[in-house]
């Protein structure tokens, strides 16, 4: 006579039929995890009992410290999540600032001048000043924080932008009209004028007034 089970039904009843080996299958879901897992959930995930789960992550953590990984395996507040190792937190910091304060191409730079002294201009306008297409160029400020969108043209529809108070940082300054005067260094710049508003009435943000165009 055989002994049968009593008590609760375990969880693990429940779980689907694993198709993986049982460390990568961890590994995988883990990786792409946007919050702390339990094992109960890591184990419907990859489909093995919860003690055994349990044992391959504790073995997880245990390698990773052996072989000195740049990440850890941790189990905090009931949850298991991959961290950046505390060691290579200068590391880290310093590629994440790098992206933040890398250095504005001249492109940039000279986009970022016609929205400063223009604000607040359509995407077309700069265009036709740059005598170029700035649409990628205006996305980089964007993502900067430099310049946001400021409402729409009444008369075309066309989005306009303007610097932000991040910009003004930036720069140190309070306001915009602490920018340096411009004129002198612009000639006939109300002939300028003419020829800039000829060249965008007929324009709009899906065309620009001139073809070539230009990356970040």
Partial sequence: MTDEPTGPTEPEEAL?????PLRPALEA???VADQPLD?????TAVGYPP????EALQALAAEYDDQGRGFELRNVAGGWRYYTREEMAPVVEAFVLEGQQARLTQAALETLAVVAY????????????RGVNVDGVM????NRGLVEE?????????????????????????????????????PDLEDMEEELARATEPA?????????????
């Fill in 139 to 142: 996305r980089t400020l964007l």
């Fill in 29 to 31: 879901v883990l990786m």
């Fill in 150 to 186: 400021a409402g729409q043209d009444g008369e075309h529809g066309a989005t306009l932008y303007r610097t932000t108070s991040y910009f003004l940082e930036r720069i140190g300054v309070v306001s915009i009209d602490e920018l340096p005067e411009l004129a002198p260094y612009l």
């Fill in 204 to 216: 709009s943000e899906a065309k620009p007034a001139t073809d070539p165009s230009e990356d970040e």
């Fill in 39 to 43: 094992e109960l959930a890591l184990a």
């Fill in 118 to 129: 223009q604000q607040p201009v359509s995407r077309a306008r700069v265009s036709a000043v």
């Fill in 51 to 54: 003690g055994e789960v349990v």
């Fill in 16 to 20: 689907a039929v694993p198709v993986a």
